[in-house]
Structures are given as C-alpha cells and as structure tokens.
C-alpha cells in the first residue's frame, strides 16, 4: 500500500474528500492516553480550547448556540437571517459571550461600526469570496475598521492572494460541500474537500501568505475533524453535526414519535422566502440533547486520533504526512455494521 504525502494527494489524480482518505499511524506513539494531546488554539486572536466554529446558518447558530459554544471554548458565528443581529446591537449586555457575527455584503458601516466597537470577530458571508463586490466590501470594512474578518467560500487558492491583500483574515474552504448545499447539482462548481483544503494550502505555502484556513462542509464525524486539521486547516466549521442540538434556533418537532428540529441551507427557500435561484435544502435532525455533548465527543475523538498518530499538540497534527486512499470496499469496510 502506498503511503501518500499531502504533496501526493494534493497532485492526485482524482478530486477527493474525506470519505476517501484515512490518517495511517506509522509511529510509535508516546502519548499515554487521549487526555494528553492539546487541542487549543489562537484564531483570530480568539483563545480556543477546541479548533471548531459554527456555521452562520439560521438553523445552527443563534445567540444561545454562540453564547454556549463560547462557554465549550469553540467559537460560534451567530447568523445574519433573523433578529439575532438586532437582538445583539440592542442590548447592553449579555452579549459579553458572543465573539463573532455575520455580515452580508449590504450590511451597512453604521451596523459594521457598532459591532466593530464591542471587538466582534466578523464573518462576510457569502457563497462566492472570489468576486469583486466580497473583494470590495473586505476592503472597505478593513479600511474603516481595525478588526478581525473571515471571508468565503473558495473550492481552491487561485484567489487567496486577493482576498489576503483586501485584508481578509481567514477564508472558508469549500463550496457545494455542505450537507444541504446543493449548490455542485445546480451549478457544476465545487470540488472535494481534501483537494480544497489542500490547494489553499500549498498556495498559502507558495505565496507566502498568512491568511487562516478554515474547512467548511463535509464534517460527518470527529474523524472528518482531524482529517481536516491533519491536512492543515487552522479550524473546522460544522453545520449539521451541530443541528439538532437544544441550542439551535427553532423549536424541537415531535412526529412519528421521535423527536427533531428543522435544518436548512443559507440558499434554501426557506431563507430567502422567495422564488429566485436556490441552492440550499431544507430537511429535519433528529433532536441530539445539548450541544455540549456533540463537543465533548468531537474533542475526545480528535484527541484519539492525535494519541494515534504521535501528537501532543495541533501543529503536530497539521504536519501529518502519512495518509492512505481509500477504495469504496475499504471505506465501506470500515462502517459499523449493524
């Protein structure tokens, strides 16, 4: 069996994701147990017991999910749909847990000025961050405002350089990737998730930029969370493994019995509650009990995996080398079977 490099995989010759990889172990390793390995980190100048945000979606991320992912040291991302972003400049406090909020391109600099002053790290949320109007809207938030700003999305780095020099911060990777996202059927865009984290990558490498990676879609699992920080993505950012949960938006539904909540797309229907071009879907989640939960078990499977592969630290684990392509008999062999 072939043992590929990010070097490797990033030149392979197919567009893969992270059902088609596996991290291979090819150390003895001196981590004792799964305690040890640290996964904090500094985004943004954000001290983070755990490298996880979540999506700004209006199903997701709301001012409890923000507040309680604050307190489980994630960073949450509370979404610009509703009146949470109203909720938030109204009120004089408790709001002191919120650390980041969305923003579209037609928010205005009054909105983006009193955010600015109560330090919010700002996410400009839009599907395409390859375009002039995100270029422009990035360089006038910066210009105006000394803050911290997350852009996105891209499938590759062919922008990256761009985006960096407008004064974006981090970028969100991934495009047609997210479980509701159907934007790759109704436009043809999009590629893996492992060839996307790891063309910004190299570009980021080659270029010699600064700018954050953060990988975005495509999270199933704790598994996919590491394959993610292994092939050097700086945070992860989940959407439906955070759906569900009691603290998203939106009230628990009882049907046949069993417990859900609603979860859509950014782009669905149900969002833009009118008939134009739509690339999101809407569906429901079985309901998962609090979010804490959902973290605690995302840490202890990333610790796992950082025990596994020799590591005691994130950085360590970002300069994985030892991966291995998976054939759709090996992936599936892997699955727990009933």
Not at 154 to 181: F, P
Not at 293 to 310: F, K, P, T
Request: net charge neutral; aromatic share 6%.
């Amino acid at each position: 069996m072939k043992i590929y490099s990010k070097k490797d995989l990033n030149e392979f010759y197919q567009s893969l994701t992270y059902d088609d990889i596996s991290l291979v172990p090819t150390e003895i390793s001196r981590v004792k147990s799964r305690n040890e390995p640290a996964t904090t980190c500094d985004f943004l100048e954000a001290k983070l017991s755990l490298p996880v945000l979540s999506s700004p979606m209006d199903t997701v991320t709301g001012l409890e999910m923000a507040a309680e992912l604050t307190n489980s040291g994630c960073l949450g991302i509370l979404n610009r749909f509703d009146s949470s972003l109203e909720n938030i400049l109204a009120s004089e406090s408790g709001t002191e847990k919120i650390k980041s909020v969305s923003i579209g391109l037609n928010t205005e600099l009054a909105v983006i000025e009193k955010l600015a002053a109560r330090k919010f790290i700002l996410c400009l949320d839009t599907a395409n961050a390859s375009n002039k109007e995100v270029i422009n809207k990035t360089k006038e938030v910066k210009k105006h405002f000394n803050l911290k700003l997350i852009v996105g999305n891209v499938a590759n780095g062919a922008t990256l350089k761009q985006l960096e020099d407008a004064g974006a911060d981090a970028v969100r990777v991934g495009i047609g990737s997210g479980s509701v996202c159907s934007t790759s059927i109704q436009t043809g865009i999009g590629i893996g998730q492992v060839s996307s984290i790891l063309d910004v990558l190299f570009t980021r490498a080659k270029e010699n930029l600064k700018i954050k990676i953060i990988a975005d879609g495509g999270i199933k699992s704790a598994g996919d969370v590491a394959k993610a920080l292994s092939l050097g993505a700086d945070v992860a950012m989940l959407g439906r493994m955070l759906a569900g949960t009691r603290e998203t938006p939106g009230e628990v539904i009882k049907y046949n019995g069993q417990l859900w909540k609603k979860y859509r797309g950014s782009a669905s229907f149900g969002v833009k509650m009118k008939n134009e071009f739509i690339e999101g879907e809407e569906t429901m989640v079985g309901y998962k009990g609090t979010v804490r939960n959902v973290i605690n078990s995302i840490s202890d499977g990333l610790r796992s995996a950082m025990s596994y592969m020799n590591c005691l630290s994130l950085d360590e684990l970002r300069k994985t080398e030892t991966f291995a392509v998976l054939s759709n008999s090996s992936y599936l062999e892997r699955l727990p079977k009933a």
